[in-house]
């Protein structure tokens, strides 16, 4: 069964640091562009960070200069280092992969996991 799985998330206070993962795991030959989403309660889903096969990163602007994005391909994972955390940044955190098997290639969403950050 081919899944994302987020982990990481957790209560922290502003100022504070938390680093997720998203871990891709199943019949997989390679894995596209993968990026990280985040909804807070009673918005839109906002793409925060993206990095391609390559290591090719971009950013939201309200996360520049704080959060980083990452990947091991050898272990299909993803990683969002986060710091400098703001109350802002309180949301469900969501991982996205274009994940490519024998003979088809399909976009993948993890469960989520939430991030709270206190002030």
């Known amino acids: 069964q081919v899944q994302l799985v987020e982990s990481g998330g957790g209560l922290v206070q502003a100022g504070g640091s938390l680093r997720l993962s998203c871990a891709a795991s199943?019949?997989?030959?390679?894995?596209?562009?993968m990026s990280w989403y985040r909804q807070a309660l009673g918005n839109q889903r906002e793409l925060v960070a993206t990095i391609t096969s390559g290591g090719n990163t971009n950013y939201a602007d309200s996360v520049k200069g704080r959060f980083t994005v990452s990947r091991d391909n050898a272990k299909n994972t993803m990683y969002l280092q986060m710091n400098n955390l703001k109350p802002e940044d309180t949301a469900v955190y969501y991982c996205?992969?274009?994940?490519?098997?024998?003979?088809?290639?399909?976009?993948?969403w993890g469960q989520g996991t939430q991030v709270t950050v206190s002030s």
């Open positions: 199943g019949s997989i030959f390679s894995i596209n562009a």
């Open positions: 996205n992969a274009r994940l490519v098997g024998r003979q088809w290639e399909l976009e993948y």
